[in-house]
């Protein structure tokens, strides 16, 4: 299939797309196209205008300042996947990216789109919420911070404005030892997850957990995530009853769909079998150990 007809734009700065956005209906703005263009190709999306973001400078820049690593809207997933691999504090954000279709569309599609895209099962929206980011928006009343977890509001929808759009995505650089860890389960690599799930953990010298946050995606309206239970900090997280208990401060905040892909209790199993996966591998990584 073919899209309906739109019209086309090419802005030249920031301060253009804003503009656009706040003198025109019907919008949307082209990052990636991965998710967009199949969506217009399906008729699913049908909008009169298309503003393309590529050559609006400033949108493709990765930038390291204030113990916070700042990844522009435009950069792409797989060139964040490259960066983050060598640095053993964002490791789980590496592996979750590498979960992302495959490396041609990973090429192509940004981290800026994907995470203003909103998808529920969707990777990165996952990671920047365990990594407890935040995203950087400008509209006509200027520049704003938005944590990630109150950024997702419903499926597909996120806090932006109808005249805002999302230059950036910050993402907080851990100041002591810690490690993380991501599992996914589909049909195949490459497909939409039926659930994700990630874990990011700090510890003391002492190698006692005294922080973290545990995660899901594909399991609710939008991802989902908790922090460590205060009841948790200071202890060990290798013994079983302290994962479990953890994990059951999760459970209640799913409502995981009953579709042709899985049933709504294997959804839910398999989020109990891969949290205690994440969260026992992330806490070895934090003590800087391996796994196979």
């Excluded at 030892?177 to 389960?185: L, P």
């Amino acid at each position: 299939m073919k899209p309906a007809p739109f019209d086309f734009i090419r802005p030249e700065s920031l301060d253009d797309v804003v503009s656009i956005l706040s003198h025109t209906e019907d919008v949307k703005l082209l990052a990636g196209g991965q998710s967009l263009i199949a969506m217009m190709n399906m008729r699913l999306a049908r909008p009169r205008a298309l503003v393309t973001l590529h050559g609006v400078p400033g949108l493709d820049t990765i930038d390291e300042q204030d113990d916070v690593v700042i990844v522009g809207a435009m950069v792409v997933q797989e060139r964040m996947r490259s960066l983050m691999s060598h640095r053993p504090e964002f490791r789980a954000l590496a592996e979750g990216i590498g979960y992302i279709g495959h490396p041609q569309t990973r090429s192509a599609g940004t981290v800026g789109g994907s995470v203003a895209h909103a998808d529920p099962s969707a990777e990165l929206p996952l990671l920047l919420q365990v990594y407890r980011g935040s995203v950087q928006t400008v509209g006509p009343s200027g520049s704003r911070h938005i944590l990630a977890e109150e950024f997702f509001r419903f499926p597909f929808t996120t806090a932006l404005d109808p005249d805002e759009i999302l230059v950036a995505t910050h993402w907080p650089i851990p100041k002591i030892a810690s490690g993380g860890a991501f599992r996914e389960f589909a049909r195949r690599r490459g497909d939409f997850a039926i659930v994700a799930v990630a874990c990011h953990v700090s510890i003391d010298r002492d190698q006692r957990i005294i922080d973290g946050t545990l995660g899901t995606a594909g399991a609710a309206g939008t991802v989902v995530s908790v922090n460590l239970p205060s009841e948790l900090r200071g202890q060990s997280l290798t013994t079983d009853e302290a994962k479990v208990y953890w994990l059951e401060k999760l459970m209640p905040l799913l409502d995981p769909p009953d579709d042709l892909e899985a049933s709504s209790d294997l959804r839910r199993t398999l989020i109990r079998t891969l949290g205690l996966e994440v969260m026992a591998e992330a806490f070895i990584r934090a003590q800087g150990g391996r796994t196979t």
